[in-house]
T-cell receptor, first 118, second 113 residues
Framework: GAVVSQHPSWVICKSGTSVKIECRSL??????MFWYRQFPKQSLMLMAT?????????EQGVEKDKFLINHASLTLSTLTVTSAHPEDSSFYIC??????????????FGPGTRLTVL | GDSVTQMEGPVTLSEEACLTI???????????LFWYVQYPGEGLQLLLK?????DKGSNKGFEATYRKETTSFHLEKGSVQVSDSAVYFC????????????FGQGTRLTINP
C-alpha cells in the first residue's frame, strides 16, 4: 500500500515551453501533497505544500507564477513549470500524506520526474 | 528555522561491516524524526521513524534512537550488505501544522562485496 506515482518519469523540452508533471496517490487519499526539487548530489528542497481544494503554500523564494500547483482531487496533484528555462532543469519529486490520522506524520514519495530544458 | 545535518559522504564499506551515519537536528518544538533511503533509480522510501524522545525506530536491521539531550538520530546497522548501497536522508517534521519535512543533505553509502 501507500504507492505514489509520477508522470512522466522524464521529460525534455525546449526553453519557453510549459511542462506539466502529475502526482497520484494510487491506493489512499492524500489530503496533503508536497512538491520537492532535488539538485544533483544534493538534498530535497521543499517547493510547496498543497491541500486538496485549496491554494498551495509556497516556500520562500519559489515563484508562484512559474511553478503552478493544482490539487483538484484527493488523489491527484499537478505541477506545471511555465516558460521553462535551462536553470529549471532538475529532479522534481512529489510526496503525499495519507489522510489516515494514525500516520499523518509519514509522507510517501513518488519516483520523481527528471526535467531537462534545452 | 529547523535544520538537519548529516555526516558528509560518500561512505564506502565492505560487506558485513558496521555502519553509523550521524544525524543531528535543530528544532524549536518536538519534531518527529525519520530516515529515508533512496535506492538507485527509485524514489525515497521511509526506512524508520521515531516520534518522541528515547524512541527507537528499526527496520531491515537498521536502528536509530531519538536522543533529545544530544539532538541526534544516528542511523546504525551491525552488518551491512551490498543491497544496502543507497543514499540515506535524515529528516524531521514539525509536530503540528503542515508537518513539512526538512531533509539533511543525504549520505551516499556504497557497500563492496
Amino acid at each position: 500500500g501507500a504507492v505514489v506515482s509520477q508522470h512522466p518519469s522524464w521529460v525534455i523540452c525546449k526553453s519557453g515551453t510549459s511542462v506539466k508533471i502529475e502526482c497520484r496517490s494510487l491506493d489512499f487519499q492524500a489530503t496533503t501533497m508536497f512538491w520537492y526539487r532535488q539538485f544533483p548530489k544534493q538534498s530535497l528542497m521543499l517547493m510547496a505544500t498543497s491541500n486538496e481544494g485549496s491554494k498551495a503554500t509556497y516556500e520562500q523564494g519559489v515563484e508562484k507564477d512559474k511553478f503552478l500547483i493544482n490539487h483538484a482531487s484527493l488523489t491527484l496533484s499537478t505541477l506545471t513549470v511555465t516558460s521553462a528555462h535551462p536553470e529549471d532543469s532538475s529532479f522534481y519529486i512529489c510526496s503525499a500524506r495519507d489522510g489516515n490520522r494514525e500516520v499523518t506524520d509519514t509522507q510517501y514519495f513518488g519516483p520523481g520526474t527528471r526535467l531537462t530544458v534545452l | 528555522g529547523d535544520s538537519v545535518t548529516q555526516m558528509e559522504g560518500p561512505v564506502t564499506l565492505s560487506e558485513e561491516a558496521c555502519l553509523t551515519i550521524n544525524c543531528t537536528y535543530t528544532a524549536t518544538g518536538y519534531p518527529s524524526l525519520f530516515w529515508y533511503v533512496q535506492y538507485p533509480g527509485e524514489g525515497l522510501q521511509l526506512l524508520l521513524k521515531a516520534t518522541k524522545a528515547d524512541d527507537k525506530g528499526s527496520n531491515k536491521g537498521f536502528e536509530a534512537t531519538y536522543r533529545k539531550e544530544t539532538t541526534s538520530f544516528h542511523l546504525e546497522k551491525g552488518s551491512v550488505q551490498v543491497s544496502d548501497s543507497a543514499v540515506y536522508f535524515c529528516a524531521l517534521s514539525e509536530f503540528q501544522g503542515a508537518q513539512k519535512l526538512v531533509f539533511g543533505q543525504g549520505t551516499r553509502l556504497t557497500i563492496n562485496p
